[in-house]
């Protein structure tokens, strides 16, 4: 593995390799890290970094930031593969960076994919990170608090990168086009709609954005004045058709409030359709299953529970597989949610009570069921009279848990729909046993 020089031969590399950014002033996004004062600026700044990890999707900066710390700093860089090294290769450029030390230069070590080194390989790390031989930098696109073990992970300072928006991506493109390193010295002559389109369809992604403008440049219609971009060159580069859709616009929420009232509705072949009206647009897939997630506990509640536990096993599978195969796991759980029985009760309920926890905000919770952790408390007769209702028959006691003015109050009011009347059945008992009782 040879240590390289950090931009060589730009002129034969990819869009988005020439104008990977050189100072943190180019780097697009990940304003609640580079923003003037936050944490890793500052740390970059003042040539304080220590080993990192930085955990994002992809085409988000990882690599990026990486270089431009390296640059920042001064040190030498080498990038490090975790799909194509073994412990061999980590040792050997783990030599070089040791002799690096002992001139007095820094070593950054950036590995990319960070996650696929299995826990021999991440421990071969762990003692030139400790002694100052290297700077580890990791980017991972998984959690790194289940892909790295606990001791590497101990000694670096994890930081969540962020998908671009839509106009941080359009902003990255319209520099491609005026840059040198991009299009700065072509005419080119894009058709109105066409940057919205390329930055919805690249979903944050702005690697994505940029591979898709160079292929719709270089595929443009050549003329006399130069060349044109229209939105059927940038439909064919993406092999998708041009939906009316932008994601931070008033279709976004048109479209995701037709998905919520058709299946409020009961009808699952329109919540598909918009479904796939969405999907196919590039709206992000964990958008959508957030949105399924609200509604398994707004519209359908104790009436099913196991909606919620079928839209949050849909967002997880989301996460593990991304598009286009998690559209079938947004179907499942769409349909599902369309069929199953509706109560709205748990909405309203909360409303209820959050009218009146913000109207009284100062009535105190009774003594009976505070805590009691120190003598003083206890003096005052914090928990006293408490009664544990395991220790009773039926698992009930008379024991009052509302502040006095609001004793009698009623939020959860059940449904007979679905599962619900079952809930309805028993909290009905219980206030028939607790009204016996006084």
């Known amino acids: 593995m040879e240590q390289q020089t950090l931009f060589e031969n730009e002129r034969d590399l990819p869009l988005a390799a020439r104008l990977r950014p050189r100072t943190l002033e180019e780097v697009a996004g990940q304003s609640h890290l580079l923003g003037k004062g936050k944490i890793l600026r500052r740390l970059i700044e003042n040539d304080s970094v220590g080993s990192l990890i930085f955990w994002g999707p992809p085409g ?46 820094k070593t950054i070590l950036f590995v990319d994919e960070i996650h696929r080194f299995n826990k021999a390989q991440q421990d071969a790390f762990l003692p030139y990170v400790e002694k100052g031989s290297i700077i580890l930098i990791g980017a991972t696109t998984e959690n790194p608090s289940f892909e790295v073990n606990g001791a590497l992970l101990s000694r670096c300072k994890v930081f969540v990168l962020q998908s671009l928006n839509a106009d941080e991506i359009k902003g990255l493109l319209n520099h491609a086009l005026t840059d040198e390193r991009g299009f700065g010295g072509t005419d080119v002559k894009l058709e109105e709609g066409v940057l919205d389109l390329i930055a919805n369809f690249a979903n944050g992604d702005a690697r994505n954005a940029l591979t898709t403008l160079e292929m719709a440049v270089l595929n443009g219609n050549v003329t006399e004045n130069g060349i044109e971009v229209t939105r059927e060159n940038v439909e064919q580069c993406t092999s998708k058709k041009s939906l009316l ?33 969405m999907l196919e647009a590039g709206e992000d897939p964990l958008y959508v299953a957030r949105r399924v997630t609200r509604f398994a506990s707004e519209d359908i509640g104790l009436a ?71 003598r003083l408390m206890k003096e005052l007769d914090y928990g006293k009279g408490y009664k544990y209702a395991h220790d009773y028959k039926n698992k009930l006691t008379d024991m009052q848990c509302l502040p006095d003015s609001l004793v009698g109050k009623e939020y959860y009011r059940p449904t007979e729909e679905g599962l619900e009347i079952k809930f309805k059945t028993r909290l009905e008992e219980i206030k028939a046993w607790k009204k016996e009782q006084k």
């Not at 975790?82 to 690096?100: D, L």
């Open 60 to 105: 988000v900066g990882k690599t990026t930031l990486a270089r431009v710390i390296a640059l920042k700093t001064k040190a030498a860089f080498i990038d490090f593969s975790a799909v194509t090294s073994g412990i061999k290769e980590i040792k050997q450029v783990m030599e070089r960076a040791e002799q690096n030390r002992r001139f007095g230069e």
């Open 245 to 277: 859709y932008d994601k931070s616009g008033e279709e976004h929420y048109n479209l995701i409030s037709a998905l919520h009232k058709s299946m409020r509705n009961s009808d699952p072949d329109a919540a598909v359709y918009w479904l796939a009206r």
């Open 304 to 374: 099913d529970p196991r909606a919620l536990e079928i839209a949050v096993a849909a967002y997880q599978a989301c996460h593990f597989i991304g598009m286009p195969e998690c559209s079938v796991h947004l179907t499942q759980a769409v349909v599902y949610m369309s069929v199953t029985p509706k109560s709205n009760a748990l909405y309203e309920a909360y409303g209820r009570a959050k009218k009146d926890a913000l109207e009284m905000l100062a009535e105190p919770v009774p003594l009976v069921i505070r805590n009691a952790p120190t």
